[in-house]
């Protein structure tokens, strides 16, 4: 990428928008931090493979085409996604990875003045080069963060490099990119949802017992509550 950026013609103009996905295994309820960029989609344990494979082939986790792509895996520490992937038997075609823990370790580690693994945290590195980040933990989250702070680091360690005016045009929507604020989202968590949907079910409950119309009884109204929701609290 650094030598991309300096060389003659420099790279593509136009550069592709960022587009995130978060996928979830249907689980039983546990709480969970909000994914910013987008809706969660729920899959099944049987639909992981082909996911992670559509990924690997075409880039794209909803592209069930057969056309192919080159693809680059960028991941944080990714040995330990390396070690789950292997955990479930899952695995990955020989694809370039860019790890973007090792790259600020072997370009920035003077600059930042610590050998501390804390400090290469996906967190950290955020902090140290004023990226915005929050709710971590989150794969869509994550993913999106780790692409920035890329983005980043390939511009810091290119600084040393003379451009042209048009590669600087590139460079400065890569940094744009990567400082972009994030798009307005309104999140409640599972759990909030759920008890204001239960104090639904028990108002209308209540109505109908002032009404004498009340064909479920208390002994089975949390059982309806809980067919209603899928889970049991």
């Known amino acids: 990428m650094k030598e991309i950026l300096a ?52 880039g794209n986790p909803m592209d069930f085409s057969h056309d192919t792509r080159n693809v680059v895996i960028i991941g944080h520490s990714f040995y330990f ?77 290119s600084q040393d490099q003379t451009i042209s005016e048009e590669q600087q045009a590139t460079v400065s929507a890569v940094i744009e990119i990567a400082y972009a604020p994030w798009p307005p989202f309104s999140w409640k968590s599972k759990r909030e949802q759920d008890l204001e949907l239960t104090a639904e079910v028990q108002n209308n409950k209540l109505a109908l017992k002032a009404e004498h119309l009340d064909p479920l009884g208390d002994d089975d109204s949390s059982d309806i509550i809980m067919d209603i929701f899928g889970e049991q609290y």
Do not use: W
């Open 81 to 157: 996604d390396q070690k789950l992937f292997a955990s479930n038997n899952i695995n990955l075609p020989e694809l370039d990875i860019l790890d973007t823990c090792l790259l600020a370790q072997n370009l920035f580690k003077d600059k930042i003045g610590s050998d501390r693994p804390e400090d290469f945290q996906l967190k950290s590195l955020l902090q140290h080069f004023k990226i915005q980040g929050d709710h971590f933990h989150v794969a869509g989250n994550d993913s999106n963060f780790t692409l920035k702070l890329l983005l980043v680091l390939v511009v810091m360690s």
């Open 7 to 58: 060389a003659p013609g420099g790279p593509r103009k136009s550069l592709p928008p960022v587009r995130n996905y978060n996928f979830r295994i249907q689980e039983k309820y546990r709480f969970e931090q909000p994914y910013i960029f987008g809706d969660t989609v729920n899959i099944e344990h049987e639909e992981v493979l082909g996911l992670i494979q559509r990924v690997c082939s075409t």
